[in-house]
T-cell receptor
Framework: DTEVTQTPKHLVMGMTNKKSLKCEQH?????MYWYKQKAKKPPELMFV???????INESVPSRFSPECPNSSLLNLHLHALQPEDSALYLC???????????????FGQGTRLTVV | GEDVEQSLFLSVREGDSSVINCTYT??????LYWYKQEPGAGLQLLTY?????DMKQDQRLTVLLNKKDKHLSLRIADTQTGDSAIYFC?????????????FGAGTRLAVHP
């Protein structure tokens, strides 16, 4: 099983709503990631979790709140988003190594978020 | 600094070979990757190459690495319409933390009959 599963596939939310994106993997990967991808652009890293602890936050606004409740699950809680936050949100996971070895990342299909 | 550059668009005829080029800046990168993204979909890892290799072949895919020039290329033999997608090269520079995948802008490959 090399699958990363994201739900929901599509989400439309108002600027006052609170919603959550979910990501799940059962590959035993101890690194999990959130990326944001705007149309016609490459993915941009938002957060990295290593061993269920936040290890990288790329200066993401606090209206995005990640959570890693266990080694298989990664959530992204959304609150008071802006229309410019509309994008494809991608989750990924990889093996952790300590020496920069191959940490090929497996991506989910993404959640297409529209903020109205 | 961390920067990965790609040409933005490539158009090829079905059955021809496609060559997608990429340059990267961080020589500390141990592995370099090629991802494929079809419209509305996530990223699919196509192949990767270890930095001490010059070439890697995997069925229709050939990856060439020129570490001196920091140049990476992906050749797709016998290109098919199903190969139409955006192709991203990516690196994990040690300077950026070994978990931080840096993507190029992506090359949109269009395959026509």
């Amino acid at each position: 099983d090399t699958e990363v599963t994201q739900t929901p596939k599509h989400l439309v939310m108002g600027m006052t709503n609170k919603k959550s994106l979910k990501c799940e993997q059962h590959m035993g990967h101890r690194a999990m990631y959130w990326y944001k991808q705007k149309a016609k652009k490459p993915p941009e890293l938002m957060f990295v979790y290593s061993y269920e602890k936040l290890s990288i936050n790329e200066s993401v606004p606090s209206r995005f709140s990640p959570e890693c409740p266990n080694s298989s699950l990664l959530n992204l809680h959304l609150h008071a988003l802006q229309p410019e936050d509309s994008a494809l949100y991608l989750c990924a996971s990889s093996v952790l190594t300590g020496t920069g070895g191959n940490t090929e990342a497996f991506f989910g299909q993404g959640t297409r978020l529209t903020v109205v | 600094g961390e920067d990965v550059e790609q040409s933005l668009f490539l158009s090829v005829r079905e059955g021809d070979s496609s060559v997608i080029n990429c340059t990267y800046t961080d020589s500390s990168s141990t592995y370099l990757y090629w991802y494929k993204q079809e419209p509305g979909a996530g990223l699919q890892l196509l192949t990767y190459i270890f930095s001490n290799m010059d070439m890697k072949q995997d069925q229709r895919l050939t990856v060439l690495l020129n570490k001196k020039d920091k140049h990476l290329s992906l050749r797709i033999a016998d290109t098919q319409t199903g190969d139409s997608a955006i192709y991203f090269c990516a690196e994990i520079p040690l300077s950026g933390g070994y978990n931080k995948l840096i993507f190029g802008a992506g090359t949109r490959l269009a395959v026509h009959p």
